[in-house]
């Protein structure tokens, strides 16, 4: 194999594949990225067997056709330390791969690129064609919640469901959940079919994805997904599990309703945040005639006090809630205004911009 490339554009590609190469690896080979020269330019892939990313460059000047694999971050790094504009030599010899640009050569360990794990893609797989700002849209907007090692490994990543023209995600932690769809009228699926993103595969396709117009292709399967990004293609294997029926934690018919301006609401909850106990991030959140009051201290008996404006005039409530999940809620809305809905101080309540029915962030409270 030598292929002759611009250094530039062979970091922007290992930067595309480089985020599934874990540090640590069971495998030799999952630590490097597969280059394969072909007349049609220099295909990239890197793997860890759950989670797949290739993509391809096709200005690539091939002098002579081959693949091999090489060790990703060192690679990757030493593309780095070049200088923007120059030009990268690879080449193999015997056992090793020598990259050059100009008088500065490395040589790297290789491994056979037919030892290369390839990721399996299933025969009749559905295909969604939707903008890519939409699909990161909804992941935006639900991978916050997702549930990090939690033994209830099904919540570990963003349930997508089918069902009536709708795209619809959801993720939580059994503390908070986040909901968000989309229309998808003519979505050659099932009503009610559910599929469950792991978490390192949402976090690759938020990575992967622009907040433009641009097509992407979404192909699922029983098992696992596969989704063309210009020339860009994940692919990853599903959580095998049943989501738990999240329909049920969202409340419904909640009596009390407060409006407040986001940006003033993430703005006093950052300041309490301060003083908030490390350990449990609490805040009191009271609201009460024309007021939205909040309250954050510690155990070395500091005291934060913040009051905010808003529309309520029911009777008073104050409700517990650990600062960061509302924070975090706050963050993925688009618009200025914040309508919370709630009952008691020990019932769930819900977040959402003001005439964004779309979207539902469901918050428990906390005992303080």
Not at 171 to 200: N, Y
Not at 331 to 356: K, L, P
């Amino acid at each position: 194999m030598k292929i002759e490339i611009p250094r530039d554009e062979l970091v922007g590609a290992l930067g595309i594949v480089g985020g599934v190469v874990e540090r640590r690896q069971t495998l030799p080979i999952l630590a490097n990225v597969l280059l394969q020269a072909e007349d049609a330019g220099l295909r990239l892939a890197a793997t860890d067997l759950e989670l797949g990313v290739e993509t391809r460059l096709g200005s690539a000047g091939v002098l002579e056709s081959g693949a091999v694999t090489v060790p990703a971050r060192k690679l990757m790094d030493f593309c780095r330390s070049l200088r923007e504009g120059s030009k990268v030599m690879l080449r193999t010899e015997r056992e090793r791969c020598v990259v050059s640009s100009g008088r500065t050569r490395f040589t790297l360990s290789a491994l056979p690129a037919a030892d290369f794990p390839s990721m399996a893609t299933e025969e009749g797989m559905r295909v969604l064609r939707l903008p890519a700002g939409e699909l990161k849209r909804l992941l935006d907007k639900t991978a916050f919640a997702m549930a990090q090692q939690d033994v209830r490994y099904y919540l570990n990543g963003v349930l997508l469901e089918f069902s009536d023209g709708m795209l619809t995600a959801v993720a939580t932690d059994g503390h908070r959940l986040s909901r968000f769809s989309v229309d998808q009228v003519g979505v050659d699926a099932e009503s009610g079919q559910q599929l469950i993103l792991p978490a390192k595969t949402v976090s690759e396709l938020r990575r992967l994805l622009s907040e433009q117009d641009d097509p992407v292709e979404f192909f699922w399967g029983e098992r696992s997904i596969l989704v063309k990004i210009g020339s860009t293609i994940l692919s990853s294997k599903l959580v095998d599990g049943k989501y738990p029926e999240y329909q049920r934690v969202i409340p419904k018919g909640l009596p009390r309703r407060a409006v407040v301006a986001r940006d003033s609401m993430r703005t006093a909850l950052q300041r309490a945040a301060i003083l908030s106990n490390e350990k449990y991030k609490g805040v009191r959140v009271s609201f009460g005639a024309g007021v939205v009051g909040l309250q954050a201290q510690n155990p070395e008996h500091e005291l934060a006090e913040d009051e905010l404006e808003t529309d309520y005039s029911d009777e008073a409530v104050t409700i517990g809630f650990n600062v960061a999940y509302l924070m975090d809620a706050l963050q993925s809305m688009d618009v200025e205004d914040v309508e919370i809905s709630f009952q008691d101080a020990d019932s769930s309540s819900i977040w959402r911009g003001v005439g964004c029915e779309s979207e539902t962030f469901v918050v428990m409270p906390m005992r303080l």
